[in-house]
């Protein structure tokens, strides 16, 4: 069952991909790059340190799939409506917690030390929107704003505290991915940033 | 003779780093940077995906060589005649679809599935574009318009079906790399171009 | 001993990577990613390519506490004197050397070439730099002015020579090390440059 949520996730940051591309004014090649990049871009990051190969896109021919599909769907669908919009910003903000779980995991399954985990579970959920942003011609938007890569982070660390003090991983998994997504919604509704340092002068 | 065709390309691309180096306002280490980055990179890429080690132009000392030699001769050639700047264009052509077919081989004897082989056949051909120009500033070309990378894909695409379709390798990779150069040179001629998706507003 | 002169060069880097982070605008988290790419990015691409696993600061924690706490320390410094804005030049440029011939050292012991060893060693030393100005949208600054990579190139090939005159390694990798420095340190006070090639016109 993870492993549908898996493909959706990637039809989700697929479309946010395609909707960059339209906005930085590319063609239907860079249309089909960028919705490829944004949705296994960090997953190929993660796979490339942590020496995983071959990569997982390689041996399953679905993940490409779902992108042709979902950027396809993109370029054919009309305007969004409101509710459309909001809808995506929920299926993004599961699929930003699903894959920072399912990076932690997979580090944790290559024996890394526990900080190097949360740093692979966030580059897994944000490597693609990261590349995405530089190939249009943007400083990526996660350094600069939102509460996004952060709740990524903190969703891990409570999946990490949650194992160490006993419970079972599917439920600490659970558990991380709810506090990712809510994390993200909340910050996202009321306008949540990180403070921005000013360079004394 | 293949490896001469290769190091060609090595050098063609090269040439094509260097003028985008200069066109940057970038000094000469950046200019040799740029080279390099043009003429192997696509290469290096593939090759980490691949888990190819070591990398090829670590072993055989004379890509590097090229590549040296290529930005050099950029350097100090004088203004570049109209008919030059034809034949770079024809000789760029020539390199995208060497690297294209070449790549394609190397993958499939990584035994990958079809479609990621059409994938790293792109990526040997184009990745070093790509990097040339988000090291000078730019929104890669290829992204954005012309028929390039496209070129790449669906000649690749016509050298595995009429792999299938029962002929020798060797006639297939040329049959393949004349139609990558061909569609690239026609499609420079005639100005055509890819679709650019609007958002719907 | 050279492993603490590491963890002081990665704090350096970091520090530079913070404040490149508040000249961009980034918020708390990219700062935080700057300091890191900056400290261990060029490593990294070097453990990438020459296929090198598990990283480095995957196995060893010291690395990523130094950079958050450099970047830390950045962040609360007041504004910073001229005398500490002198002393963190003169220690980048001891970073700088002392990642250059690690990074040799490290590519020679892969027993590579000694000009992909040339190569290596200066990734180390500059590939965090590179991706620190592309992540905050500049073109890179090494690539446009300054004799920065010079300098590591300079003093790895003083090493090499040295090493083929017959000298014992440490010394020739002290007297690359001074070499590298000096050269940056010199060229900074006295303001030389690179030549800047120009497109014929």
Redesign the interface.
């Known amino acids: 069952m993870l492993y549908w949520f898996d493909l959706m996730g990637v039809g989700v940051f697929a479309v946010s991909g395609a909707?960059a591309?339209?906005?930085?004014?590319?063609?239907?090649?860079?249309?089909l790059?960028?919705a490829a990049i944004t949705a296994i871009g960090g997953g190929?990051l993660r796979d490339?340190?942590?020496?995983r190969?071959?990569?997982f896109?390689?041996k399953d021919?679905r993940y490409?799939a779902v992108i042709v599909l979902a950027a396809l769907a993109t370029?054919l669908?009309?305007?969004?409506s409101p509710s459309a919009l909001q809808a995506l910003k929920i299926a993004d903000a599961l699929g930003l917690a699903l894959f920072a779980l399912c990076g932690a995991e997979i580090a944790e399954d290559c024996e890394?030390?526990p900080?190097?985990v949360l740093?692979m579970g966030t580059l897994t959920a944000t490597g693609g929107g990261?590349v995405r942003d530089?190939?249009?011609?943007?400083?990526?938007l996660?350094?600069?704003?939102d509460i996004y890569?952060?709740a990524a982070l903190a969703g891990i660390a409570l999946y990490q505290l949650l194992m160490r003090a006993g419970l079972a991983r599917n439920t600490a998994f659970v558990l991380g991915m709810v506090s990712v997504a809510t994390l993200r919604l909340l910050s996202l509704h009321y306008g949540w940033?990180?403070?921005?340092?000013?360079?004394?002068?």
């Open positions: 909707l591309a339209m906005r930085a004014g590319l063609d239907l090649f860079g249309l790059v960028l190929t490339l340190l942590l020496n190969h071959p990569l896109w390689m021919g490409l370029l669908s009309g305007p969004l890394l030390p900080v190097p740093l990261v530089l190939l249009s011609g943007q400083v990526p996660l350094l600069r704003q890569a952060t940033q990180l403070p921005v340092p000013q360079l004394p002068s």
